[in-house]
């Protein structure tokens, strides 16, 4: 039997099209599911090609080339520690494994030690593009050692998203910076698909119908807001049940899921001390959207305003098309801040322009925009914040007044928009010359003489005032 270029642990939707992608590309693989009917299945399903199916680990390494290549697509944490213990005796020196599932990346940096010291090379790799861009081109981003990506490029290249001929894939960097740039990509997603929701409610309460926000979002995607998560959003509107003949998406209950990626882009941000206020919004909104009984019976004794949107329609598409662009734009701008920051802490020499070009296509926040971050960053590497680039400072200085009217509109009229408000909040606050952190250094210096920094004196001095005594 002739051996495989690639093997791949998991068969579950995307590690099955993987698979087929791969295999498209002109590969043998072989293929292993602790579940031996599905791998049976999943071969017999698919004759005539270069496929091996294996029935144990033992057979699945032996039916590999050296250096053998194994990617494991199995559910992050446990698993994938369970299935790289059975592994190691296995393989041979310098074979590698690639943990292509969304895994944090303290677990990769961790793996990535323990698998060098059995003289065995790591990747991990995040995958992004779902079922569809897994057999059809995903945007891939691996960390490890420089050498070991030199090994598995043919393969993650011929397999990527092409973008201008381009592909999807780059080297980002050592260690754990795949896993976490994937992280930071979830993270942006969140923000991108809660904007997206905030608009359609307050399309809505405005009293379009769904085939109206169809058409909207479908108009959209034909301009400046062009994205996969845009064209799915028109797509949805449009898609009815065919017994009730209503829209599903008003027969969907309004309870978010999520997978932790969200979360833990928060935690690192706090780590790191670094502002993602609009992805923040987007977990938060999540969870508050999961206390689903909560929400219900605090609708009976909590009361707002009237909704009373007066707008003509036509006009408030307008303003909630430049609400939402501005809002997407510091999206990025915080979770690409967050990114730089981490890189230059780890010292992994990431390129965000780089980063940018290969989000372009296959994955989930793939967007015509991601062209403009894509040539900010390649004209200046150095740049501070994506605000700051010419390009998008002139779009957040073009649409900011319908940003506004619309963040106002939905606060007089009681309805929820978390992502809009933080992101024009972050927006005031960064070009704020003064905020009123004098005020809170004062408080902080009178009840725990924390002390504080004056105008009138040299920066890094420091001074303490006895303030008055208070009484009870």
């Not at 590999?64 to 446990?78: S, W």
């Not at 992805?279 to 909104?285: D, S």
């Not at 999206?331 to 990431?350: F, H, N, P, R, V």
Request: charged content about 20%; hydrophobic content about 40%.
């Amino acid at each position: 039997m002739s051996q495989a270029d690639f093997g791949l642990i998991g068969l579950a939707v995307m590690g099955q099209n993987l698979v087929l992608n791969v295999e498209s590309r002109g590969f043998t693989v072989s293929v292993y599911n602790r579940t031996t009917a599905t791998t049976d299945e999943f071969v017999a399903k698919h004759p005539g090609k270069n496929l091996i199916g294996t029935q144990s680990l033992e057979e699945f390494v032996g039916s590999l080339k050296r250096p053998r290549k194994i990617q494991i697509m199995v559910k992050a944490g446990g698993p994938v520690d369970a299935v790289i213990e059975q592994l190691i005796p296995l393989l041979d020196q310098d074979d590698i494994i690639i943990d292509g599932g969304n895994s944090l990346y303290t677990d990769t940096e961790r793996r990535d030690a323990w698998l060098a010291g059995q003289g065995l090379r790591f990747i991990g790799a995040g995958v992004s593009g779902g079922e569809e861009g897994a057999r059809k081109g995903p945007s891939i981003m691996p960390g490890g050692p420089a050498s070991t990506w030199e090994v598995m490029k043919p393969i993650f290249e011929s397999i990527a998203a092409k973008v201008d001929g381009e592909p999807c894939v780059i080297h980002i960097g050592p260690g754990g910076a795949g896993h976490y740039v994937k992280m930071i990509h979830n993270g942006i997603e969140y923000g991108d698909m809660q904007l997206i929701c905030e608009a359609y409610n307050i399309f809505k309460h405005a009293g379009f119908t769904t085939e109206e926000m169809a058409a909207i979002f479908n108009e959209w995607n034909e301009g400046d807001l062009q994205s996969y998560l845009i064209q799915i959003t028109g797509k949805a509107l449009e898609q009815k049940d065919p017994e009730p003949g209503q829209p599903i998406v008003e027969l969907i209950v309004d309870k978010a899921g999520q997978k932790g990626t969200g979360q833990w882009t928060l935690l690192n941000a706090a780590e790191n001390a670094v502002v993602i206020s609009t992805i923040n919004a987007a977990v938060e909104a999540r969870i508050l959207s999961s206390q689903k009984a909560q929400r219900v019976a605090a609708s009976q004794e909590l009361h707002g305003p009237t909704v009373a949107i007066s707008t003509a329609k036509a006009e408030l598409v307008k303003k909630v098309h430049d609400a939402l662009y501005a809002s997407k734009i510091v999206s990025y701008a915080q979770g690409l801040d967050l990114i730089k920051t981490m890189g230059e802490k780890k010292s992994w020499g990431l390129d965000l322009g780089r980063i940018a070009s290969i989000w372009r296509g296959g994955c989930i926040i793939r967007a015509r925009f991601l062209n403009r971050i894509t040539d900010a960053y390649r004209s200046n590497p150095a740049l501070v914040n994506l605000m700051l680039d010419p390009f998008f400072k002139k779009v957040l200085s073009d649409t900011q007044q319908n940003w506004r009217e619309v963040v106002a509109l939905a606060s007089l009229n009681g309805i929820p928009v978390p992502a809009f408000s933080a992101s024009l909040g972050y927006y005031d606050s960064y070009r704020a010359e003064r905020l009123p952190a004098n005020l809170l250094q004062a408080q902080r210096d009178f009840f725990g003489a924390h002390t504080y920094e004056r105008l009138d004196k040299p920066a890094g001095e420091f001074f303490h005032t006895d303030w008055p005594e208070v009484i009870e």
